[in-house]
């Protein structure tokens, strides 16, 4: 069976759709017959930039507060870290807040196989 992870990532909804079809097409989200599948939020993001930080919202030393969507699936464990490059490489921010863990009880059905 498959090591599966849960990952979360929070982005500006300005590139929610970028970031979705960057991971899923890395592999995120596969589950049986479908690919891409995920969760999508909307919430407020709120970052305090410090000294040395290229904020792509905001100043440095300033708090700020922004439109963001989290965004939840899975992924198969051999694949995580093509997923995250892929997020790093389309997300805007300079330190995605992302994090990551083991799903445990967790297997996937064979998709050739008959449902019981």
Not at 32 to 48: E, K, L, Q, W
């Amino acid at each position: 069976m498959t090591e599966l992870h849960a990952l979360v990532v929070y982005v500006p909804g300005t590139h929610t759709r970028q970031v979705l079809e960057a991971i899923g097409d890395a592999g995120a989200g596969r589950i049986g017959n479908y690919s891409h599948c995920s969760f999508v939020t909307s919430g407020t993001g709120r970052f305090t930039p410090q000294a040395g930080a290229a904020p792509y919202v905001g100043d440095v030393g300033t708090p700020e507060e922004v439109p963001e969507d989290r965004i939840e699936c899975v992924v198969e464990g051999p694949l995580l870290k093509r997923v995250i490059a892929a997020l790093r490489a389309v997300h805007p921010y300079e330190e995605p807040a992302l994090m990551s863990w083991k799903v445990e009880g967790w297997s996937f059905q064979d998709p050739d196989s008959s449902r019981a």
